[in-house]
Antibody, heavy 124, light 107 residues
Framework: QLQLQQSGPGLVKPSQTLSLTCAIS??????????WNWIRQSPSRGLEWLGRTYYRSKWYHDFALSVKSRMTINSDTTKNQFSLQFNSVTPEDTAVYYC??????????????WGQGTLVTVSS | DIQMTQSPSSVSASVGDRVTVTCRASQDISGWLAWYQQKPGKAPKLLIYGASSLQSGVPSRFSGSGSGTDFTLTISSLQPEDFATYYC?????????FGQGTKVEVK
């Protein structure tokens, strides 16, 4: 049973970097049949897909254009996890952040499992 | 970006009712559509993918239909555990985008 467990701070100061980690159990971050995604949800923006990483003989990354310049996704095969770094945050980045997995069998745009979510508040 | 518009934004229903939620895409997405259920304080849960394929473990009272730009989620007989917010999401082109949600409330 694939499970995702998120960790990271719930409070970040404006202009600083938001960092979250998603630990995977039941599958491998370097699986050739999965993509690993970050999604956020806020009252003002609704559900917003941010980006993904996946391994197909090498690592690939895709990002929403709206966040591409500020976002990094890294993978750690030794810890079997992937992480989000979001630079230069503003109060508009306050949201619940989710990690999620999409499996190739159904289509890599469908989010089959989700982490528990992390409320990140950007405030001084 | 492809805009996803759901209607209605909320619906009041009773246990046993048939409930229908509509989702419209701003351009043709073929059958690349998913439906999710979200309860307060929880992550969304995948119900339907590929417009009409039921995710494993999801009750058969949930069904999806449509293609192109117009899609429907139907709950054939509403159960107490189905009161929640439902979202559609397109998986046709980046960035993946979601509808604004439809809240199914107790009548």
């Amino acid at each position: 049973q694939l499970q995702l467990q998120q960790s990271g701070p719930g409070l970040v100061k404006p202009s600083q970097t938001l960092s979250l980690t998603c630990a995977i159990s039941g599958d491998s971050v370097s699986s050739s049949s999965a993509t690993w995604n970050w999604i956020r949800q806020s009252p003002s923006r609704g559900l917003e897909w941010l980006g993904r990483t996946y391994y197909r003989s090498k690592w690939y990354h895709d990002f929403a254009l709206s966040v591409k310049s500020r976002m990094t996704i890294n993978s750690d095969t030794t810890k079997n996890q992937f992480s989000l770094q979001f630079n230069s945050v503003t109060p508009e980045d306050t949201a619940v952040y989710y990690c999620s997995v999409a499996m190739a069998a159904a289509g890599t745009g469908y989010f089959q499992q989700w982490g528990q979510g992390t409320l990140v508040t950007v405030s001084s | 970006d492809i805009q996803m518009t759901q209607s209605p934004s909320s619906v009041s229903a009773s246990v046993g009712d048939r409930v229908t939620v509509t989702c419209r895409a701003s351009q043709d997405i073929s059958g690349w559509l998913a439906w999710y259920q979200q309860k307060p304080g929880k992550a969304p849960k995948l119900l339907i993918y590929g417009a009409s394929s039921l995710q494993s473990g999801v009750p058969s009272r949930f069904s999806g239909s449509g293609s192109g730009t117009d899609f429907t989620l139907t709950i054939s007989s509403l159960q107490p555990e189905d009161f929640a917010t439902y979202y559609c999401q397109q998986a046709n082109s980046f960035p993946w985008t979601f509808g604004q949600g439809t809240k199914v409330e107790v009548k």
